[in-house]
């Protein structure tokens, strides 16, 4: 049976996924342009939580369920840092094409004209692409902390009374 500490934990846990949700899918401006950070939706669609009570002692992790999201869950959170002058530190070009594909991103040659987006085109696209990201980093939108940082005030008191009144219930059962 789940205390009403837990309960809090858990509506606390679940009220911060669905504001990372929100905070994903947020138009943001990223080193002057606009960016969607939602492409298939498979980060925004996977994101959840593990509450776990150990020794009394209540953990939450906010993750990922989908193991494809959770290759670069961490990259659109944190970002990534630059790499500059080391080939070895970008990104795989192949998942780079398939997010050009699923985005979709219309492609341009070197004068600026839209071009046919053709296997070759996606490819030298993306290895562009992996290559800025590799020299350049990108900027992480920290979708889980400014969640966790959004809806502290609204359950710090909730929280922090529930667990009182269950260290106070489990004081008054080990009296008996």
């Not at 002058?85 to 780079?96: N, S």
């Not at 985005?103 to 004209?113: C, M, S, T, V, Y």
């Amino acid at each position: 049976m789940a205390s009403e500490f837990e309960d809090i934990l858990n509506e606390y846990a679940a009220t911060v996924v669905e504001r990372a949700k929100s905070n994903l899918r947020i138009n943001r401006r990223v080193r002057g342009k606009q960016a969607k950070r939602v492409a298939s939706g498979t980060l925004l669609n996977s994101l959840t939580y593990n509450l776990r009570i150990r020794y009394n002692k209540p953990t939450i992790d906010f993750t990922v369920d989908n193991e494809a999201a959770g290759k670069y869950a961490d990259v659109i959170e944190f970002g990534r840092k630059p790499y500059p002058g080391d080939p070895t530190k970008r990104p795989p070009y192949r998942d780079i094409m398939n997010w050009i594909r699923i985005k979709p991103i219309k492609l341009r040659n070197k004068q600026g004209a839209f071009i046919k987006s053709t296997e070759s085109s996606i490819k030298s696209a993306a290895i562009a692409i992996a290559k800025s990201i590799g020299e350049k980093g990108i900027v992480g939108i920290n979708y889980y902390s400014e969640a966790i940082d959004d809806t502290w005030d609204e359950y710090k008191d909730k929280l922090m009374d529930s667990y009182v009144k269950s260290i106070e219930n489990r004081l008054l059962l080990n009296k008996r």
